[in-house]
């Protein structure tokens, strides 16, 4: 019997996986030796993940989360996506004592990962890095295609981030929900413990309507598109995460694969940051997906930048207990 303290700090470790404007988009639930993962879709993006595929894909980095501490803690964990005999739809993690701690460099790992939406400082990343961050792949349905900066065919994934960020600022629904989870003053923060704050984003704690006029004033399309050019031309490798398929698994997959990768990249140094507009946006998407000689039921749904860089401002986590749903309930 695996104590109800150790399931509860498993939990908070995987509640500090990334997530899409990091809205945690998830609840879980433990119970003798069993941790169920819950899609939060109260928490969904609707403009920017209309399919929930961005969802699930940080259900599998809370899973990957969860399942690296357990190994680290001499526990076996055996997954279980969806299964049918549970009332409400979950991913099941079983746990088990094993005794031999594994995973234990990934696990320190978890609470140092960050997305740093910095600029990087353009360092090449050793070929030796590249190969453990791609080899850290262990989802056959999950397919990863990595760019230098010294690779002619960024140019053209650079003008897809750029067609789509424009795309993303020319669109008010997409504005009205990314400013819904800024969080522009020190009291949303506090009281939401979620979203993106000012300080990840760059700039200093405002009141709400003066972040929102600074927004809608100079976040213009034409000045996003070229914002993201820089960012990415200050990176040093690109990597793009590819789905083998379209259902909720692969995208749980995907999520877990990228977890993976994050985890050895901050093992290794190397800052992380999603660029993810072509994915976001269906007509980019598909451009890339061709571009990419991608089959028809494969898709790109992350896009990932890699580099050196100082630590930023970490973003938020609710509590664990307000992720913990009540025993009994489901």
Known sequence: MVPA????ELIHYANLAPSGHNTQPWKFSANDNVIRIYPDFSRRLPVVDPDDHALYISLG????NLTIAANAKGLDAAVCYFPQDEESECIRVSLSVSGDRRCEDLFIAIPNRQSNRRQYDQKAVPEAHIRTLIAANHCESVQISAFTMADQELETIIDLVKEAARIQFRDREFVAELLSWIRFTRKELNDSQDGLTAEVMGFPFVPRWLGSFILKTFA???SEASKTEKLLRSSSLLMLFISKGNERRHWVDLGRTF????????SLGLAHAHLNMPCEVE????????FLGLKHDEQPLLTIRFGYAEACPRSPRRPVDEVILPTGTK
């Open 5 to 8: 303290m150790n399931l509860e």
């Open 61 to 64: 980095c809370a899973l990957e």
């Open 220 to 222: 213009k399309p034409e």
């Open 283 to 290: 007509s980019v998407r598909r451009k890339l997906s061709a």
């Open 259 to 266: 977890q993976t990768v994050a985890l050895n990249a901050t």
